[in-house]
């Protein structure tokens, strides 16, 4: 059982190295564009959309092949003592039907057909394949905006946690400076020892709200990574500080019915839901097509030996042929065919409404964040002044150590609001231009 157990072990491991190896490891500093840059090259849910897309225009060339001739080579070799009607094997088109003479018997068979016409079942088809191939190249192109927004918020909130892990630092290291003041003052008796007590107390606080603000910035990067598609013992660095200023290459909407507008008309994924309602509406045509009188050419070549006897010769002609009855089948494809267009209509308002609650909410939000922003500015300006004197008061005996805590803490949460506000501003700039269909990262 132990050695059973070892076995699984190992497979397990090996299987999570493999799994491992798929994903690429990469060790470089990145910036932001070059995050977006690299994800749009490594991100799984973006190679899974260009797969979809390479899907349908394999589809979109088969129904093109369609209305193009086909031909087929079958090669019969029968032995017995009675005539039978034989096919060409399962799957390969035109299929072929031939009577064997009795006894020994081999054919060779050449089958060409040319369709003449399908009542537009063909022509329909192709137009349905070519609209499903465009919509899903919008789609990609809708998940590639979504992919570089995506990488983007998470490049940020990396960069926010790292400068909030720094600014968790910036005071570790003040109150340690202060512990060692205390102590000097508190061994030449100018303070008491509970003075010391309470500020090695601030300073062992400040080192547990580093270590949370050191993990939450670990557990950005880990988000990262897996955001851009690589694995996560890859090594990376952010080159780009929280306060970088983001590109103004793409102008903002000024308003919340501008956002709207534009977003109506930017966004691929209501150009790729049209495509979808005409692929529908090409499908019923196909449908509706299929039960016309369907006319293909064909034409035949055989060498055929029985019996000791060859002959060569060939057939050439026209086949038509037209359903009569069939049950109601023909009323109730079309009903469905029908039915999937409407569906297809509900989705794209659906989907219209949607897009426009996303514009106006990323619209308002931005500018929430702005207005923080401002306020969050000033506030840190305050809180610095008011420490600064808090300490210098402190530093001359002139008031508690208390006050100078307060204020101390007060400083690292102006501090803290600062970076989570920059980090606001940036992120909701990327959600907009994302929301309106816009790609700041396009090259």
């Known amino acids: 059982m ?16 493999a799994r491992a190896q798929d994903l690429p490891n990469v060790r470089r500093s990145l910036s932001l564009a070059d ?12 190679r899974a959309s260009q797969a979809d897309l390479a899907i349908a225009n394999g589809i ?56 003449l016409s ?11 394949a070519m609209l ?11 998940t590639r905006i979504a992919v570089g927004s995506l990488i983007a918020q998470s490049y940020i909130r990396a960069q926010l946690t790292e400068a909030l892990a720094d600014v968790a630092s910036a005071r570790v290291k003040e109150e340690d400076e202060q512990v060692r003041e205390t102590t000097a003052k508190v061994e030449t008796g100018r303070l008491a020892r509970v003075d010391l007590l309470r500020e090695e107390a601030a300073l062992q606080d400040a080192k547990r709200e580093e270590l949370a603000a050191i993990n939450d910035a670990e557990q950005a990067i880990v988000d990262l990574k897996t955001a851009i598609g690589i694995d996560l013992s890859s090594q990376i660095v952010l080159t780009d500080p ?14 919340l019915e501008e956002a709207t507008r ?22 019923a045509s196909a449908v509706k097509a299929g039960y016309s009188p369907q006319v293909y050419a064909f034409g035949m070549g055989d060498a055929t030996s029985s019996q000791g006897d060859g002959r060569t010769g060939y057939t050439v002609g026209l086949a038509a042929s037209m359903p009569l009855f069939d049950g109601g089948q023909r009323k109730a494809d079309i009903a469905a065919a029908d039915s999937r267009t409407t569906r297809a209509q509900i989705d794209a ?22 207005a923080q922003a401002d306020a969050a500015l000033k506030a840190v300006a305050a809180a610095q002044e008011g420490y600064e004197l808090a300490k210098l008061r402190y530093d001359s005996g002139k008031s508690t150590l208390a006050e100078r805590l307060d204020a101390q803490t007060a400083l690292s949460r102006a501090q803290g609001a600062m970076s989570e506000a920059q980090a606001a501003v940036a992120t909701q700039r990327t959600v907009l231009l994302a929301a309106i269909g816009a790609d700041p990262f396009a090259r």
């Open 2 to 17: 132990k050695h059973i157990c070892l076995i699984a072990l190992a497979l397990l491991i090996a299987s999570a190295t």
């Open 349 to 370: 308002l659906k989907m219209r409404q949607q897009i426009a609650r996303e514009a106006a909410s990323a619209w308002l939000s931005l500018r929430t964040a702005a």
């Open 262 to 283: 534009v977003a109506e008309s930017q966004r691929p994924e209501l150009a790729s839901q049209a495509s979808v309602i005409e692929a529908a509406r090409a499908d």
């Open 60 to 115: 979109e060339r088969s129904a093109r092949a369609q209305a193009q001739p086909s031909a087929s080579a079958t090669t019969y070799g029968t032995v017995g003592d009675s005539a039978n009607i034989l096919s060409s094997a399962a799957g390969v088109a035109p299929q072929n039907l031939m009577t064997n003479a009795p006894k020994g018997f081999a054919d060779q068979n050449v089958t060409v057909m040319v369709p």
């Open 118 to 128: 399908t009542g537009g079942r063909i022509m329909s088809g192709i137009r349905a």
């Open 35 to 46: 995050a977006v840059a690299l994800g749009r090259t490594y991100n799984l849910d973006l």
């Open 132 to 142: 499903r191939a465009k919509a899903a190249g919008l789609s990609e192109e809708s």
């Open 242 to 255: 929280l306060d970088a200023p983001q590109s103004n290459s793409i102008a903002l909407p000024s308003t």
